[in-house]
């Protein structure tokens, strides 16, 4: 499910430091330039975000949150109370970050809306049957990942990831065949971000368990109860 972000800013060094953030949790960020853009773009059921610079220009939120109800607006504050520059900006965002911004709060805030906006959309009578291998069980419809009986918390791009193994058990899966699966069409993804992530996967599968992940040299990720760190084909992530 592609989650897209609009961010209003006049700031390009701005907007380049929060497309890159943004995009290494797999979120896509497009710039606009005013109300009008942002109406223009929001009619997209995609956009489920906008981030809002208050220094760019006077904008009144309370016409779009009442037109878009599932957007949420994000407003980035040089002041912990705004006082001009941003009609209605603290009554109608839905969070506040104020310079420096914190952006481990922004994408919090945005995996949240991303798992919500994921069981919406499933809803409780479209439940999928749950995925498991070996003693691990992943339910897409709460988008919860357990092991032993015990809760593993993953962020949103991790669940894909990990859900894609999933449906394809021990068949080692490509780098490349992860980005075109778990990230939006438009992100610019590197090799070595898979790893990453894949490496945080490994990680907090084993607080309960053994490695369940193996990594193939120069092919990809599969699933295998039996990986050992003997195996000459793992490299860890």
């Given at each position: 499910?592609?989650?897209?972000?609009?961010?209003?800013?006049?700031?390009?060094?701005?907007?380049?430091?929060?497309?890159?953030?943004?995009?290494?949790?797999?979120?896509?960020?497009?710039?606009?330039?005013?109300?009008?853009?942002?109406?223009?773009?929001?009619?997209?059921?995609?956009?489920?975000?906008?981030?809002?610079?208050?220094?760019?220009?006077?904008?009144?939120?309370?016409?779009?949150?009442?037109?878009?109800?599932?957007?949420?607006?994000?407003?980035?504050?040089?002041?912990?109370?705004?006082?001009?520059?941003?009609?209605?900006?603290?009554?109608?965002?839905?969070?506040?970050?104020?310079?420096?911004?914190?952006?481990?709060?922004?994408?919090?805030?945005?995996?949240?809306?991303?798992?919500?906006?994921?069981?919406?959309?499933?809803?409780?009578?479209?439940?999928?049957?749950?995925?498991?291998?070996?003693?691990?069980?992943?339910?897409?419809?709460?988008?919860?990942?357990?092991?032993?009986?015990?809760?593993?918390?993953?962020?949103?791009?991790?669940?894909?990831?990990?859900?894609?193994?999933?449906?394809?058990?021990?068949?080692?899966?490509?780098?490349?065949?992860?980005?075109?699966?778990?990230?939006p069409r438009e992100a610019e993804v590197e090799p070595?971000?898979?790893?990453?992530?894949?490496?945080?996967?490994?990680?907090?599968?084993?607080?309960?368990?053994?490695?369940?992940?193996?990594?193939?040299?120069?092919?990809?990720?599969?699933?295998?109860?039996?990986?050992?760190?003997?195996?000459?084909?793992?490299?860890?992530?």
């Amino acid at each position: 499910m592609e989650f897209r972000i609009l961010v209003y800013s006049r700031d390009a060094q701005l907007f380049l430091l929060l497309q890159h953030v943004l995009a290494t949790e797999g979120f896509v960020s497009s710039p606009v330039s005013g109300a009008d853009d942002i109406l223009r773009l929001v009619s997209n059921d995609r956009v489920r975000a906008i981030i809002i610079d208050s220094s760019a220009a006077l904008l009144d939120l309370y016409p779009l949150r009442a037109k878009h109800p599932q957007v949420s607006f994000i407003l980035l504050s040089n002041q912990p109370t705004v006082t001009g520059g941003l009609a209605n900006g603290l009554a109608d965002s839905d969070l506040v970050l104020t310079r420096p911004f914190n952006p481990s709060r922004l994408i919090e805030f945005l995996r949240r809306l991303r798992v919500e906006a994921v069981v919406t959309k499933h809803g409780t009578g479209s439940a999928e049957t749950p995925l498991r291998f070996a003693d691990l069980e992943m339910n897409s419809t709460t988008v919860k990942v357990r092991r032993n009986g015990h809760d593993v918390p993953l962020t949103a791009l991790q669940f894909r990831l990990l859900r894609h193994l999933l449906k394809n058990p021990e068949s080692v899966q490509s780098r490349e065949a992860l980005i075109a699966a778990c990230w939006p069409r438009e992100a610019e993804v590197e090799p070595r971000t898979v790893d990453i992530h894949m490496g945080h996967i490994r990680r907090a599968l084993k607080k309960f368990g053994p490695d369940l992940i193996r990594t193939v040299r120069s092919h990809g990720y599969a699933l295998a109860a039996d990986v050992s760190f003997g195996d000459p084909l793992r490299l860890d992530a």
